[in-house]
Nanobody, 124 residues
Framework: VQLQASGGGLVHTGGPLRLSCAVS????????MGWFRQAPGKMREFVAG????????RYADSVKGRFTISRDSAKNTVYLQMNTLKPEDTAVYYC??????????????????WGQGTLVTVSS
């Protein structure tokens, strides 16, 4: 299974950005999917996740109400729509997948597969 994250870039404060995570070698609907981010000098942190069926989603408090995770099973792709971006959202964003759980883990250790990361920079 390979994950390819894309969509990062430079955006002004308050602007939107949509990240994509294309899954190959597997079916995205067979995996719990998560988005994590890591800012310079900080630990990787959970941002958003969706369960295998897509019936459950979870968000970090810092992005709740601004970010939305969704999946398109036909395209085998998971998205992270980010609105009202803030400078503190600046980080490398990673998508991750795991088929072993029926739940929605928020720990990075629970995810088996990882994409390469895409940089999001929010200018003030």
């Amino acid at each position: 299974v390979q994950l390819q994250a894309s969509g990062g870039g430079l955006v002004h404060t308050g602007g939107p950005l949509r990240l994509s995570c294309a899954v190959s070698g597997g079916t995205s609907s067979s995996y719990a999917m998560g988005w994590f981010r890591q800012a310079p000098g900080k630990m990787r942190e959970f941002v958003a996740g969706t369960s295998r069926t897509g019936g459950a989603t979870r968000y970090a408090d810092s992005v709740k109400g601004r970010f939305t995770i969704s999946r398109d099973s036909a395209k085998n792709t998971v998205y992270l729509q980010m609105n009202t971006l803030k400078p503190e959202d600046t980080a490398v964003y990673y998508c991750a997948a795991d088929f072993r759980t029926s739940g929605l883990p928020i720990s990075s250790y629970a995810y088996l597969y990882w994409g390469q990361g895409t940089l999001v920079t929010v200018s003030s």
